[in-house]
């Protein structure tokens, strides 16, 4: 064929010469490829600890195998099968948390581990923080990743569930209620995960199911990424042919002071919140006690340190069985939230069962009620479908900010409810909302 002058070569023509370049490629380099040395860091990266090489109670040779594995520069990896006293078992059983350290990658490789009855602590905590850790040094490079069906499951009879401010035996369910020297209400040992003062992290492709009270929490964290995660919570749990409730079960909780951080493609049922970024400022809150649901206390820092800022939320199917939000964005009088993108959030809710809010901005029932206006700012909410009796609810102050292509689907109403009042929202723009098949 003839190609006219000026023409390019047609796509076989060059897919010819392409072909002649990577068989000479290929016959003078791949020699030298063969017998060129595996480079240290591919070597490090084949090499691991397991819990299985070591002694103890199951968290007990995890948490060996992690600190073995942080001093070598390698992972650490938990495998499907625990062989223990010689015998082969599908199931890791914990009586406290795992315990990572700085430079830490944890593999949870198809396994399925769940808290013991006899566990009041969190299934993964970073180290720096705890009971009577008053001063939490930061940490920084903490990776937890999930390979193939790796699962986390709350116990067949808590000893505590809900946050700080709920009472056990009362309100939510938990089998130290009334048992002397216990705490009598929830705090932050029911978190599933809980990173406090972390930099350069992530979580991934990981499942919880019926957490004891938020399934993630993270503190004054920065620079992350929370991706590929699922939740299987409803509020309610069968225990012993009864249906008890658990409070507080949302699925990922940003505390203040989290800047800098991606969460993507979460999915899954939750019996709170499935996303909350919450900056709620207390001044007698201090690190390591029981008395709160924040771990590294919940003073606020000062300088614009707690705000939470800077966090990307995109790629969002799944909904609240307990009838709350599927995204809540709260920061009350004293700490900002702002510069927040979320992008793509489907609400899943089945027949009956219907969310509060699709999205929930502000409040007035928290901290000294609605944050003042301009300290929520720069909130943008794009692509957004969703039945909830709220689409988007505006129960504080907004300003600064972009609501858009947003579906309210299933019933008469309001894409957009301004519950605070008019006064508390300047500047908010809003297109392309839609209700459909009311």
Not at 93 to 107: F, G, H, P, Q, V
Not at 122 to 135: E, H, Q, V
Not at 158 to 171: E, F, Q
Request: aromatic share 4%; charged share 25%.
């Amino acid at each position: 064929m003839i190609v006219p002058r000026g023409s390019a070569p047609s796509f076989r023509s060059r897919l010819g010469v392409w072909s002649v370049g990577i068989a000479l490629f290929g016959a003078l380099y791949a020699p030298l490829l063969a017998a060129a040395p595996t480079s240290a860091k591919a070597e490090s990266r084949r090499r691991c600890f397991t819990p299985n090489a070591f002694e103890g109670t199951d968290v007990e040779r995890i948490n060996q195998a992690i600190e073995a594995a942080t001093a070598a520069g390698c992972r650490a990896v938990i495998p499907r099968i625990n062989v223990r006293d010689g015998k082969r078992h599908d199931l890791w059983l914990l009586d406290s948390a795992i315990l990572l350290r700085s430079n830490t990658t944890l593999e949870l490789e198809g396994c399925r581990i769940k808290l013991s009855d006899r566990c009041r602590d969190n299934f993964i905590r970073s180290a720096n923080c705890g009971l009577g850790i008053t001063d939490i040094e930061p940490m920084r490079n903490i990776h937890i990743r999930g390979i193939g069906d790796a699962v986390l499951e709350g116990a067949d009879h808590p000893r505590a569930t809900g946050d700080g401010g709920k009472k056990i035996g009362a309100r939510t369910y938990g089998t130290d209620a009334g048992v002397d020297g216990e705490s009598q209400t929830g705090d932050w040992r029911n978190i599933g995960i809980l990173l406090a003062f972390v930099e350069r992290f992530s979580i991934e492709n990981l499942t919880i199911k019926d957490s004891h009270a938020w399934a993630i929490s993270l503190e004054r964290c920065a620079h992350g990424c929370l991706r590929d995660l699922g939740f299987a919570s409803s509020e309610y749990k069968m225990i012993d042919g009864a249906r008890r409730r658990i409070l507080n079960q949302d699925g990922i909780d940003l505390r203040m002071g989290c800047h800098d951080i991606l969460i993507e493609n979460i999915t899954g049922h939750t019996g709170d919140d499935l996303i909350a970024l919450t900056a709620i400022p207390r001044a007698d809150s201090r690190a390591g006690g029981t008395t709160s649901t924040m771990v590294s206390g919940s003073a606020d820092r000062g300088e614009g340190r707690d705000d939470i800022r800077h966090i990307v939320l995109r790629d969002i199917k799944g909904h609240c069985r307990g009838g709350h939000h599927i995204v809540r964005l709260l920061n009350t009088p004293g700490l900002r939230m702002h510069d927040i993108l979320l992008d793509g959030l489907i609400d899943t809710s089945p027949e009956g069962v219907r969310c509060k809010a699709a999205v929930k901005i502000g409040d007035s029932a928290y901290g000294g009620g609605v944050a003042p206006l301009g300290d929520t700012y720069r909130i943008i909410v794009n692509n957004v479908t969703s039945k909830a009796k709220h689409t988007i609810l505006i129960g504080g102050s907004l300003c600064d900010s972009i609501l858009s292509n947003i579906i309210r689907y299933g019933s008469k109403g309001d894409v957009v409810t301004i519950a605070s009042g008019p006064e508390y929202v300047r500047n908010v723009k809003t297109s392309n909302l839609h209700v459909m098949n009311p």
